[in-house]
């Protein structure tokens, strides 16, 4: 039996906790505030500012783990090259988690180092260096905290008068201390995808089938799998995966986002470890899920393939208002329609926009991926969250 030290608590977290319970692992789950979705299912918890470095010394001294794994943004990453020196294996690796939890590593690498195709970027650490990145970008542009998950703090401009709100939105939404961000040139692209991407320590790589996704707000709302997308395209963003993965090292599985447009593939961002648009294979869309490829690539247990079983889609359930016990209704509506599921993430508070559920639906290969994805995007319609 393995220990395992997650940083981070979320509902990504609770499904990677699951996987690892089902196989005899044992988890402390970490997050900066108590009853995260984790911690319900996790033997050990610990309630910790993780970017307190002598907090994370703290409770790695106490717990001794054999694997740390980072699920969030908000850590003292410099730290886990400590950890690693100890003999912990940090997963993906100490250097993958600091590279890609800052935009600027992790954009830097893929298209300087590695010679990635990536939107025109700049970076800005005020307003009027924004004024001057969005000079040379030009408009529209996308502008994103360097520290952010699930579109916090990511916003367009379209007009001069966007880019001091854009700022000050870009601040209230950075995690951690780092006010500088990213500001991308608009890609005109037909659709973007995530391509779940699975590093073994026998150092076969394997992927996924192609997830399609849509957002608002910067957040993804619905995704399905497989995507439909040309062939040629589809082996040149596994090829980008590839070479960005191997250049960071570890195992685990990585959400490596593409924009797919007229001009190609465009590497977009990359996340080393589960995927929120990868809620999908909870629809028993792969022989594995991508928690459960997660966690037996970490503890090294060989994956020698991954196969399409049928396709799938996901839809989230959203709060609407602030809630310090939140109520769900409609549940008993989803239940009863076929080939649909969903799972409510047990988050103890709820505001505006944030993500307490999902729905997943599913059909054979054979199905309508479209008619799938409604049906997931009408049942999550059903299901409502109250104060």
Known sequence: MAKILLLGSGEL???????AQR?????????????????QVAHEFEVIDMLNGAALDSIVAKHKPDYIVPEIEAIRTEKLYDYEKQGITVVPSAKATNYTMNRKAIRDLAAKDLGLKTANYRYA????????????????CVVKPLMSSSGKGQSTIKTEADINKAWEYSQEGSRGDVAEVIVEAFVNFDYEITLLTLTQNDGNTLYCAPIGHRQERGDYQESWQPATMDQNHLETAQEMAKKVTNALGGNGIWGVEFFIAPDGVYFSELSP????????????????????L???????????EITL???GASAVILASEFSENPT???????????????????????????????????????????????????????ISVHK
Do not use: C, W
Request: hydrophobic share 40%; no cysteine.
């Open 23 to 39: 196989l005899g692992q044992y988890v402390i789950a970490v997050d900066s505030y108590a009853n995260a979705p984790a911690m």
């Open 309 to 311: 079983e049928r396709m």
């Open 273 to 292: 470890r589960p995927h929120d648009t990868g809620m999908v294979t909870l629809a028993g869309t792969q022989n594995f899920n991508e928690f459960e």
């Open 328 to 382: 769900f209704s409609g549940t008993e509506n989803v239940a009863p329609l076929a080939k649909t599921d969903f799972r409510i993430f047990g988050k103890p508070t709820s505001r505006p926009y944030r993500r307490m559920g999902v729905v997943v639906t599913h059909d054979s290969l054979s199905g309508n991926i479209q008619d799938v994805t409604n049906r997931a995007k009408n049942a999550a319609k059903l």
């Open 294 to 304: 997660h966690l037996r690539a970490i503890i090294g247990l060989p994956i020698p």
């Open 13 to 19: 977290g609770k499904e990677f906790v699951i996987a």
């Open 125 to 140: 650490n005020s307003a009027q260096s924004l004024h001057n990145a969005v000079s040379q970008i030009g408009m529209p």
